[in-house]
C-alpha cells in the first residue's frame, strides 16, 4: 500500500497489524485529537477494545504553524524541541506566550472531550496510543510522557505512516511501535492520504458516542 484513501481505511490497515491486542480486557485505545480518533476508532471496532482521547496540543513555532518546537499534554507535561527553538531564535518569553495559549485550549480540549470523566485508569493496562501519523512526533512525545506517569504495563504507539526517522527515535520511549507505512522522506502526513480533511470537534464527539454506544 502506497497511500490511504483516508484515516478509516488507514485505521483498518493499522487493525490487521494489532491482532495480538484484540479483545484483551486490559487494553485500551487512546486517540490524539483530532486527526487520531477516526483512525483509533476502526481500530477498536476491529479489536473490541473502548476508545477514549488522550488530550494534548502541539506548540507551533512562530509564523510557521507546520513546525512544532514542541507539545503539551495534562498534568504540566510540556515536551520542547531545544535544537527547533534555537534554529529559529524563539526566546523563552515567546515560549512562555504559547504555551499558555495553548494551555487554554488543551483545557478546552478536556472539557469538550470528557477527559476527567472519562479518561480511564491504565496502570497495569495495555494501552495504544494512536495517531494518523508520525511527523516530528512532537504531540506523541507529548502523549507518552502523560501515559506513563500512569504506569501502564506496555505501550504500543500505533500509527498508519511514519517518518523513518521519528519512529526509531521513539522506539526507547514505549514497548512496541506499530506502523505499516515508514518514509525517509516523510514530506507530511497528508501527502500519504488522498483524504486528509480537518477533523472537527462535533466529528470527535460524534465518533466519541458512537464508540462508547457499540461498548454498550
Same mark, same amino acid.
Given at each position: 500500500? @502506497?497511500?490511504?484513501?483516508?484515516?478509516?481505511?488507514?485505521?483498518?490497515?493499522?487493525?490487521?497489524?494489532?491482532?495480538? $491486542?484484540?479483545?484483551?480486557?486490559?487494553?485500551?485505545?487512546?486517540?490524539?485529537?483530532?486527526?487520531?480518533?477516526?483512525?483509533?476508532? /476502526? !481500530? =477498536?471496532?476491529?479489536? +473490541?477494545?473502548?476508545?477514549?482521547? $488522550?488530550?494534548?496540543?502541539?506548540? $507551533?513555532?512562530? /509564523?510557521?504553524? /507546520?513546525?512544532?518546537?514542541?507539545?503539551?499534554?495534562?498534568?504540566?507535561?510540556?515536551?520542547?524541541?531545544? =535544537?527547533?527553538?534555537?534554529?529559529?531564535?524563539?526566546?523563552?518569553?515567546?515560549?512562555?506566550?504559547?504555551?499558555?495559549?495553548?494551555?487554554? =485550549?488543551?483545557?478546552?480540549? /478536556?472539557?469538550? &472531550?470528557? +477527559?476527567?470523566?472519562?479518561?480511564?485508569?491504565?496502570?497495569?493496562?495495555?494501552?495504544?496510543?494512536?495517531?494518523?501519523?508520525?511527523? =516530528?512526533?512532537?504531540?506523541?512525545?507529548?502523549?507518552?510522557?502523560?501515559?506513563?506517569?500512569?504506569?501502564?504495563?506496555?505501550?504500543?504507539?500505533?500509527?498508519?505512516?511514519?517518518?523513518?526517522?521519528?519512529?526509531?527515535?521513539?522506539?526507547?520511549?514505549?514497548?512496541?511501535?506499530? $506502523?505499516?507505512?515508514?518514509?525517509?522522506?516523510?514530506?507530511?502526513?497528508? &501527502?500519504?492520504?488522498?483524504?486528509?480533511?480537518? !477533523?472537527?470537534?462535533?466529528?470527535? @464527539?460524534? !465518533?466519541?458516542?458512537?464508540?462508547?454506544?457499540?461498548?454498550?
Amino acid at each position: 500500500m @502506497l497511500r490511504f484513501r483516508n484515516r478509516s481505511e488507514a485505521g483498518k490497515e493499522l487493525a490487521t497489524h494489532l491482532q495480538h $491486542c484484540a479483545q484483551c480486557s486490559s487494553s485500551v485505545v487512546l486517540a490524539l485529537p483530532r486527526g487520531g480518533v477516526p483512525v483509533a476508532y /476502526e !481500530i =477498536t471496532q476491529a479489536l +473490541h477494545l473502548p476508545l477514549e482521547v $488522550c488530550p494534548v496540543r502541539k506548540l $507551533c513555532v512562530p /509564523e510557521h504553524p /507546520e513546525l512544532a518546537m514542541g507539545a503539551i499534554a495534562p498534568n504540566g507535561v510540556r515536551i520542547l524541541n531545544l =535544537t527547533m527553538i534555537d534554529e529559529f531564535m524563539i526566546s523563552h518569553q515567546q515560549v512562555e506566550l504559547i504555551t499558555t495559549q495553548e494551555r487554554q =485550549t488543551l483545557l478546552r480540549y /478536556e472539557q469538550l &472531550y470528557e +477527559h476527567k470523566r472519562f479518561f480511564p485508569r491504565i496502570n497495569h493496562q495495555s494501552v495504544i496510543l494512536v495517531d494518523d501519523g508520525l511527523a =516530528t512526533g512532537a504531540t506523541m512525545r507529548a502523549a507518552i510522557a502523560f501515559v506513563q506517569r500512569k504506569q501502564p504495563d506496555f505501550l504500543i504507539v500505533a500509527v498508519p505512516v511514519a517518518s523513518t526517522s521519528t519512529s526509531k527515535e521513539l522506539e526507547a520511549d514505549v514497548d512496541q511501535i506499530v $506502523c505499516p507505512l515508514k518514509s525517509q522522506y516523510l514530506m507530511s502526513v497528508g &501527502y500519504w492520504y488522498d483524504d486528509f480533511s480537518q !477533523i472537527t470537534d462535533a466529528e470527535v @464527539l460524534q !465518533i466519541l458516542v458512537q464508540a462508547r454506544t457499540d461498548r454498550n
